[in-house]
């Protein structure tokens, strides 16, 4: 539709039906301002939104005429005026950095070898400290020799003489204590 088609319908038909300005102002509580902006396809001087198509409706159904065959000229009219906006190019999520995830793999596996390491090494600590005990608890008892130069039994701990009982045939109590033998 060229421009001053819509504009130029409008004032048409409100002239022929002998119709001011002011009247159609007063009857539709629409500004005079925003009917001679219609009028004159003044696009600028309208408020956006539904707010045209809104006007277009009320002066249509004021004047008698088909809302929807106007409706549809305004709609042409004013879109040829109208300058679509840029299509907005589509933003991008950005894709998070490569490193992040080599970090954490890389946290992860220094993390097993710590805890594998640690449990070695826990193990080895628990075999030493069980052979020490093993080895600090042992005890010997030794029957008297073949020649009868030697008392009848010793006692050994941890490889120590500990105490001996005297002679052959003799008896008595041994009681073990943490004193070296003197």
Known sequence: MAKGTFGERLKRERELR???????STATRI??????????EDWSRL??????RGFVRTIARYLGLSEESLLAEYDLARGENLNAPPAKPEE??????????IAI???????LVG??????YGLRRLKANRAKKAA?????LQSPSKDGDSPAVLLYLNARVMTSLSTRGSSGRIR????RPG
């Open 47 to 52: 408020p956006g939104g539904v707010f045209g």
């Open 176 to 179: 073990p204590s943490a004193k």
């Open 92 to 101: 991008r999520i950005p894709s998070p950095p490569k490193l992040i995830p």
């Open 31 to 40: 500004s005079s301002r925003f009917l001679q902006a219609l009028e004159n």
């Open 105 to 111: 793999l890389l946290g992860i596996l220094l993390l």
């Open 18 to 24: 002998e119709v001011s300005l002011e009247e159609v």
């Open 136 to 140: 600090s608890h042992r005890m010997l």
């Open 115 to 120: 805890l594998i390491v640690s449990g070695i």
